[in-house]
């Protein structure tokens, strides 16, 4: 076997981080938590993943992942992420599919390569006006409001484009997005106007080592990261455009779904506001950990 692939190990009893020992360094893991704490952010390790709508049925090796609770500051179990397709759903588009437990060299993540699979989602009513921005049981922003995300992912192949994480509404065609392009990573916004911003990574994603991906935006700066080091940015000012939605490996704008990156998906982070370079250089070191890389 190639030195590159990926080595699938089986996956005996719970090794969650919210009912087992932590696989990152506690050190780190509680710097990570301070500062998701200030931000109130969302979290989401893939190795927390449960084949039903609960947590007491964590996920083995090969086994269909039906939600991913939030273990960051946010609202826990109302930010849980959830799967519901059924192998015989999908329509006229053909059969959807969930995703499935893997543990690619030694560590748990998401595995969306199987054509047709519909990632995780959450959904929340609108953030709130600049009164009650915090609000339980919302949406953290819109559009226009200072957010970032972080995600953890690996590629198993060349020319794979797709939704990573989005935010967005299902009704509308508004979104913020974390995607690939023919393995390169996107950054992508569009607003309730039509008005779109985009950055686009000038190196591609080596198949099967693992990548840290950030997206930031706030009036007037947006900026695309790859582990760590900035790639691309924009000094676009987004408009109005609510969202009411999150998911995870793909999308679902106009009513219609969009087609996920078709990767596998270690952890993501997202939340409302600007990082501090500190802050937001330990929360990628900290998803870094969950799929095996150092920054």
């Not at 994603?205 to 582990?227: D, E, F, K, Y």
């Not at 600007?274 to 070191?285: G, H, I, T």
Request: aromatic residues 8%; contains cysteine.
């Amino acid at each position: 076997m190639s030195s590159s692939a990926p080595v699938f190990m089986p996956r005996f009893g719970s090794s969650s981080s919210l009912t087992a020992p932590s696989a990152f360094s506690p050190g780190l893991e509680n710097a990570a938590a301070t500062v998701l704490a200030r931000l109130r952010a969302c979290r989401w390790n893939m190795a927390d993943g449960c084949t039903g709508i609960t947590r007491e049925l964590p996920a083995r090796e090969g086994e269909v992942l039906r939600s991913v609770p939030n273990s960051g500051a946010g609202p826990r179990r109302e930010m849980e992420m959830l799967n519901w397709v059924g192998v015989a759903e999908g329509g006229a588009r053909g059969a959807a599919l969930a995703p499935v437990m893997r543990r690619v060299n030694g560590h748990w993540c998401s595995d969306h390569r199987a054509s047709n699979t519909w990632g995780f989602w959450c959904k929340r009513p609108p953030a709130m006006d600049e009164g009650q921005p915090l609000a339980r049981n919302r949406m953290p922003y819109n559009v226009s409001d200072p957010h970032f995300v972080v995600m953890a992912l690996s590629v198993p192949g060349s020319g794979h484009g797709g939704v990573a994480f989005q935010a967005s509404k299902a009704e509308e065609d508004h979104a913020a997005e974390l995607a690939l392009s023919n393995n390169r990573p996107q950054a992508r916004w569009t607003d309730a106007d039509g008005q779109r911003i985009v950055l686009t990574a000038p190196d591609t994603l080596a198949p099967h080592q693992p990548a840290v991906i950030t997206i930031c935006s706030r009036p007037g700066a947006q900026s695309l990261r790859v582990n760590g080091r900035i790639v691309a940015e924009g000094e676009g000012t987004l408009g109005r455009g609510t969202f009411s939605q999150m998911l995870i490996g793909w999308g679902f704008r106009s009513f219609f779904p969009n087609e996920g990156f078709g990767g596998y998906v270690y952890g993501a982070i997202t939340g409302r506001g600007v990082p501090e370079p500190q802050e937001l250089e330990l929360l990628e070191r900290y998803l870094g950990e969950s799929a095996g890389i150092l920054l």
